[in-house]
């Protein structure tokens, strides 16, 4: 029973692309979350909001 369930999961599917306008709802959603990483890496993520 476990191997079906993890079989179903497992399954490839191709992703749907997201939308210009997903991807401005992402981007603004994580945004705190990536410059406090950044700060906590000192790294520049930038790209990352781009």
């Known amino acids: 029973m476990r191997g079906k369930i993890i079989s179903l999961n497992s399954k490839g599917k191709e992703a749907?692309?997201?939308?210009?306008?997903?991807?401005?709802?992402?981007?603004?959603?994580y945004r705190e979350d990536v410059l406090k990483l950044q700060?906590?890496?000192?790294?520049?993520?930038?790209?990352?909001?781009?």
């Open 16 to 29: 749907l692309p997201l939308t210009p306008e997903e991807k401005e709802i992402l981007r603004e959603l």
């Open 39 to 50: 700060d906590l890496l000192q790294r520049d993520l930038s790209n990352w909001l781009n």
